[in-house]
Nanobody, 121 residues
Framework: QVQLVESGGGLVQPGGSLRLSCAASGTIFSINAMAWYRQAPGNQRELVAKVTPGGSTNYADSVKGRFTISRDNAKKTVYLQMNSLKPEDTAVYTC???????????????WGKGTQVTVSS
């Protein structure tokens, strides 16, 4: 079994910072891309940032220059450093990873349960 568990969400004032973490565990053979998505009430889920095993990244235009995605392959963990937070960043943030279970020969997308980020004064 493979699990993704997020941590680090919470309430922060506009202009503040938060760091999200997402750790993968279980019978993992290999992890390909890892990503953060978010969904605000009434909105569709959107990709926030993605990082490849080699460290290449891409970001949604709305977070470029403010958010940084990174990963620690040894710890099977992806991070999202969020700075200069705005009220419109308020959403449930969910991590996703393309993982090959050690019992299979193919990659599957796994999802965490999400963590709430609220930006408000």
């Amino acid at each position: 079994q493979v699990q993704l568990v997020e941590s680090g969400g919470g309430l922060v004032q506009p202009g503040g910072s938060l760091r999200l973490s997402c750790a993968a565990s279980g019978t993992i053979f290999s992890i390909n891309a890892m990503a953060w998505y978010r969904q605000a009430p009434g909105n569709q889920r959107e990709l926030v940032a993605k990082v490849t095993p080699g460290g290449s990244t891409n970001y949604a235009d709305s977070v470029k220059g403010r958010f940084t995605i990174s990963r620690d392959n040894a710890k099977k963990t992806v991070y999202l450093q969020m700075n200069s937070l705005k009220p419109e960043d308020t959403a449930v943030y969910t991590c996703s990873a393309s993982i090959r279970d050690s019992r299979t020969v193919y990659y599957m997308d796994y999802w965490g349960k999400g963590t709430q980020v609220t930006v408000s004064s």
